[in-house]
């Protein structure tokens, strides 16, 4: 099996790091846009994937889930206002993130493919897109990014939240790659690629949040 990059497609990947316990999982890092990734045949089914993410403990309000909400929620309004109508992609059992921001005065609806499957909001134009600890869940991410950039209008806002690799980091007891949904890793480097591919200037890359305007249709 020949095995490309899920976000670039470039074939010149490396073998990144073999696990010795736990999962035994095996990831690959490409070379072009640095992305790191599980070896496709390792990722979970779909029906225990879901099952992984209805033990996550995200399906109430409490002051500790806010505040980790917030700090996607706060930056992003320097870069949008009232008057947007946004989506939050991958919003889970509660969107909480939908419901933070409808409070503070703002439109947005959530879509999650397991627990909000609304087709037809994929279907519209967003002024501004989210996405709250999702993406390194995507066994597809190109695939993934082609959905929200679709969906999202030329001069729009995209707001990620990701803890970002960095080669200060020691992979192999990262706390980020210990879960098992886990997927795809990234990494400044990588979504630099992302904004080149995608038309997107960069607003701003933190260790764990990454914003992006659109600059075309």
């Not at 070379?31 to 496709?40: A, M, N």
């Not at 066994?139 to 990014?145: R, T, Y």
Request: hydrophobic share 35%.
């Amino acid at each position: 099996m020949q095995i490309e990059c899920p976000l670039c497609k470039n074939l010149k990947i490396k073998e990144f790091y073999k696990e010795r316990s736990l999962f035994k999982r095996l990831f690959y890092r490409c070379e072009e846009c640095l992305l790191i990734f599980l070896d496709p045949r390792m990722q979970l089914p779909q029906s225990l994937e879901k099952s992984r993410y209805e033990s996550h403990n995200n399906d109430e309000r409490n002051d500790g889930y806010e505040n980790f909400l917030r700090t996607l929620i706060d930056p992003l309004k320097e870069f949008i206002n009232p008057k947007m109508y946004g989506l939050d992609f991958g919003c889970g059992p509660y969107p909480m993130l939908c419901e933070i921001l409808t409070e503070d005065g703002f439109s947005i609806k959530g879509y999650d493919p397991y627990f909000e499957p609304n087709e037809a909001l994929l279907r519209g134009s967003y002024d501004f897109i989210t996405s709250c600890e999702v993406v390194e869940h995507f066994n597809e991410p190109l695939k993934s990014f082609e959905v929200i950039d679709s969906m999202l209008i030329a001069g729009g806002v995209l707001g990620l939240k990701t803890t970002l690799y960095s080669e200060d980091i020691d992979f192999s007891s990262w706390y980020y790659m210990r879960d098992d949904t886990h997927v795809s890793f990234y990494s400044k480097e990588t979504f630099e690629w992302l904004a080149n591919h995608f038309h997107y200037e960069i607003q701003s890359i933190s260790k764990s949040t990454a914003f992006f305007k659109k600059l075309r249709g």
